[in-house]
């Protein structure tokens, strides 16, 4: 039998109202659709069972908070169903405006142990600007709730280079936010993707992109981030206790699901929309919720597309991970995956990187300066092999 994989992404796909910038696959809520999906996900959940030994579950979306207390007793008692135990790092994400006392104390009395809530920026101008339905008030109450319902371990996530966002505006959520005392802090620079509100208004000239103002706001998320106690160990995401002194080992409260993506590792996927990734096969379940629960009640999983990558695309996505990280490319776990030494294969590349100020080769990894990790996408773009 083969080893049960030790991840799993949920998808929940429902929000109560579509963000300016979102391009994450969601609907609008209607309960009946609702009832049917959870129906459905735990259908798909009772065939994955036996192939999962989840040391992590991460239900994402969508907004996972905006199930009522009913549906999710539903899926709780699915998932306890499985005989899985107990889950050393499970995550829910919620919307601060989704929060209740009786629902945090659900989850947490049901085995949910983290929290990542959707904060983006604690001004009320820009919340409405970015179309979220939560407040400034909002965040405060929910992460009282949540501490008060024994969630030990929250992460607050924010955005930068939102439009009409200056630095006076950032700092003021920066240290706003890190007042709270969270243990983990993610943000993301607003991506204009395409098919967006924002992404056409920024096309009509509604307003510009300023490259200099985003960059100014990464340096200070950085530095104010680390003034505070967090510690940087990928792109975009900060953690609380770094017990150790050694720049290849990550913080306590690091998210270990993101982790686990970020060195390839396998991982299930259940719910509309969702990728899972195991031995080498990627499949891609539809971006439809009634088309999901179709074939979750017809005896499938609403997988739509299954690709098995090669070795080459393989290692390039492992490398240009490791890329996003602290720690690197580690050299001896590479090697013990793929049977060849990264440098066998990217010699001249690392070399250039390394030439560019971007990545030290240090013993037996090879690891992004700061200007590297601020580059990162780019970087993992010179690994990266792409398959037919
Ligand atoms: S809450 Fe999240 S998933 Fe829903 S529309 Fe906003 S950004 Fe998208």
Redesign the pocket.
């Known amino acids: 039998m083969d080893t049960p994989v030790p991840s799993l992404y949920i998808h929940v796909p429902f929000?109560s109202?579509?963000?300016e910038y979102?391009a994450?696959y969601?609907e609008l809520l209607k309960p009946e659709q609702v009832q049917r999906f959870v129906e459905s996900l735990c259908g798909e959940l009772k065939q994955l069972g036996p192939a999962l030994q989840p040391r992590t579950i991460f239900f994402g979306?969508?907004?996972p908070s905006i199930l009522s207390l009913h549906q999710w007793e539903t899926i709780l008692d699915c998932m306890h169903g499985m005989g899985w135990g107990q889950i050393p790092e499970w995550t829910v994400e919620c919307?601060p405006a989704t929060v209740s006392k009786e629902k945090a104390q659900l989850l947490k009395q049901g085995g949910v142990n983290r929290i990542s809530m959707?904060v983006q920026s604690m001004d009320a101008h820009l919340l409405e600007r970015l179309g979220r339905i939560h407040s400034r008030e909002q965040v405060f109450r929910s992460f009282e709730i949540l501490r008060g319902a024994g969630f030990e371990n929250i992460n607050l996530d924010l955005m930068f280079g939102i439009p009409g966002q200056d630095l006076k505006i950032w700092h003021d959520t920066l240290d706003t936010i890190h007042a709270l005392n969270s243990e983990h802090l993610s943000a993301y620079e607003v991506i204009y993707e395409d098919d967006t509100p924002l992404f056409h208004q920024m096309k009509a000239g509604a307003f510009d992109v300023d490259e200099d103002l985003i960059e100014s706001m990464y340096e200070s998320l950085i530095d104010r981030s680390t003034a505070a106690g967090y510690h940087q160990y990928e792109v975009a995401n900060f953690a609380r206790n770094q017990t150790s002194q050694s720049p290849y080992d990550v913080p306590h409260w690091a998210c270990q699901h993101n982790i686990h993506y970020w060195r390839a590792g396998d991982y299930h996927a259940a719910g509309p929309s969702s990728t899972e990734y195991v031995q080498g096969v990627r499949r891609q379940h539809v971006s439809n919720t009634s088309l999901y629960c179709d074939g979750v009640q017809s005896g499938g999983r609403g997988i739509v597309s299954e690709e098995t990558l090669i070795p080459p695309v393989q290692q390039g996505e492992w490398a240009a991970f490791a890329m996003r990280m602290n720690q690197g490319l580690d050299f001896k776990l590479f090697e013990e995956r793929f049977g060849h030494h990264p440098t066998q294969l990217w010699g001249e590349q690392m070399q250039s990187i390394q030439s560019r100020g971007l990545a030290v080769v240090e013993k037996d990894h090879f690891r992004p300066t700061p200007l590297g990790m601020r580059f990162a996408d780019a970087v993992g773009s010179e690994f990266v092999y792409l398959q037919d």
């Open positions: 929000c109202h579509k963000c979102c994450f969601s979306g969508g907004t919307n959707g």
